[in-house]
């Protein structure tokens, strides 16, 4: 299943719905979008775009609108500078109310294919350079379980993921873990979590250090039993100022999730299950020093990969 492959992931996601793509899209990579259609459905569109911004409205590179009333039929277009270009009409809506779908964007240098099903429906020119496509937009009469971004294999080569995936081997990912991160941590990067919290959980944590010193740069550490969701650093052995403000929490026993912390010039921003839920401050500047990444706690593992 291409869910199982996906670099990105966002589950069961309310509509409407915006979604970075971490590192943006590179050719060869795909988008995919899992659903159904209610009954009653008149349209729903699939936007990759240029950022989410509403006033002045981001770029759409690619507008895919299904549409199901009158003479069934997909739309597709480009939004530039808050104007529409020319329609191109898909005659052919594999699409049905009532019924389940997978969507499928093959992304190309130039172009974008579409399958719907496992079935070829239509490619779309490229009218945007891709470098610009940062963000999946869905919005309309219809109900998401699963967004993804697929990795092609020689992208994901590129990338070199540094952990193997927990199928090759499961003692790699026993509790309390410590992953290697390489020569540091860099701007641009992020770290992926995928985990199922015990049922009788009461707390985890997810640190960010150094192996040559017993400092942390980012202490993560959801409390489940009193639903506080603790941030911190450890600099030289002494504990920082701690950082819980946070609308909701995202967290509950006996549930898979995957977290991203990603990094930025200034700040880490982290995500649980595609929202994003909060930023921290970096209060280690050199980035080179992170070379760690730990996970303890009342969690089982399936695997830690570094984007």
């Excluded at 019924?99 to 399958?115: P, R």
């Excluded at 390489?182 to 995928?194: A, E, K, M, N, P």
């Amino acid at each position: 299943m291409l869910v199982s492959r996906t670099r990105q992931t966002f589950l069961k996601p309310s509509i409407p719905f915006a979604g970075t793509i971490l590192g943006g899209l590179l050719p060869g990579e795909m988008v995919l979008v899992q659903g159904s259609v209610p009954v009653g459905a008149d349209r729903f569109q699939v936007d990759l775009a240029c950022g989410s911004s509403m006033k002045p409205r981001a770029d759409v590179a690619f507008h895919f609108n299904p549409r199901f009333s009158g003479s069934p039929c997909v739309v597709c277009n480009t939004l530039q500078c808050e104007r529409w270009g020319p329609e191109e009409i898909q005659h052919q809506n594999p699409l049905k109310s009532a019924h389940t779908f997978e969507l499928v964007f093959l992304v190309l240098q130039d172009k974008f294919k579409v399958a719907v099903n496992g079935a070829h429906l239509l490619q779309y020119k490229q009218r945007v350079a891709l470098e610009r496509v940062d963000t999946i937009l869905i919005s309309g009469k219809v109900a998401v379980e699963v967004v993804g971004v697929v990795p092609s294999m020689s992208v994901s080569l590129q990338k070199r993921v540094i952990f193997l995936s927990v199928s090759r081997n499961r003692d790699l990912f026993r509790v309390p873990f410590s992953g290697f991160l390489g020569d540091g941590l860099r701007v641009g990067q992020s770290v992926s979590i995928r985990a199922e919290t015990n049922h009788n959980a009461q707390s985890f944590c997810v640190n960010l250090c150094s192996s040559e010193s017993s400092d942390i740069a980012l202490h993560l550490n959801p409390r489940l039993k009193s639903r506080i969701f603790v941030r911190n650093s450890f600099l030289s052995d002494s504990w920082g100022s701690e950082e819980t403000a946070l609308d909701g929490f995202p967290f509950m026993a006996g549930q898979y999730f995957e977290m991203i912390v990603y990094c930025d010039s200034q700040h880490y921003g982290v995500a649980v299950n595609g929202d994003h839920i909060l930023t921290y401050k970096h209060r280690v500047q050199d980035l080179r020093r992170i070379n760690q990444v730990e996970v303890q706690g009342d969690v089982s593992l399936l695997d830690v990969k570094l984007h």
